[in-house]
């Protein structure tokens, strides 16, 4: 979206009096969170192949069930 562009959905919504809130979505401690999450289940789907020859796609949704089911506790 061109800088034209942006110029007049501000003066748009000006003219209709709406009101645009902008905010950072990104989230550091979230981040870190989905990176630990993501190194875990990354971990066991190579262990989890190293014995099924390749066949991710048969042992992920196991692999997945068995993540969301596991207890764990914060740190």
Request: charge should be positive.
């Amino acid at each position: 979206m061109g800088l034209d562009s942006k110029a007049k959905i501000v003066e748009w919504c000006k003219e209709l009096k709406i009101q645009q809130n902008f905010l950072v979505v990104g989230n550091p401690q979230a981040n870190g969170q989905t990176d630990v999450s993501n190194r875990i289940l990354l971990q066991h789907l190579k262990t989890r192949l190293n014995g099924a020859k390749g066949s991710w796609v048969e042992e992920l949704p196991g692999m997945l069930w068995a993540y969301r089911t596991t207890p764990r506790t914060t740190t």
